[in-house]
């Protein structure tokens, strides 16, 4: 059974910074890339960075230099550094996982609340 367990989000001021994490089990980590999206009510679920198995990494125009995503295979954990978080970057963030023969799998999400 796959299980993707996100944390770390909440409730901060503008400026500041949170860092998420989402812990896997029930998949072999190591060879999955992983990713964080982030959805706002009425809008589409949209991709906010990612990282390959390899650890090659891609991020959305609107995070790139304030966010940072890390992955630990020793303990099957991804991390979102978020610094100079802005109003703009509430919604819920998802973690999620992939791979090609095995699939994609979503985490059951995380509220992000960015206050002006």
């Known amino acids: 059974q796959v299980q993707l367990v996100e944390s770390g989000g909440g409730l901060v001021q503008a400026g500041g910074s949170l860092r998420l994490s989402c812990a896997a089990s029930g998949i072999i980590f190591s060879i999955n890339n992983m990713g964080w999206y982030r959805q706002v009510p009425g809008k589409q679920r949209e991709l906010v960075a990612a990282?390959?198995?390899?650890?090659?990494?891609n991020y959305a125009d609107s995070v790139k230099g304030r966010f940072t995503i890390s992955r630990d295979n020793a303990k099957n954990t991804v991390y979102l550094q978020m610094n100079s978080l802005k109003p703009e970057d509430t919604a819920v963030y998802y973690c999620?996982?992939?791979?090609?023969?095995?699939?994609?799998?979503w985490g059951q999400g995380t509220q992000v609340t960015v206050s002006s």
């Open positions: 999620t996982s992939y791979y090609a023969l095995g699939g994609r799998y």
């Open positions: 990282i390959t198995s390899s650890g090659s990494t």
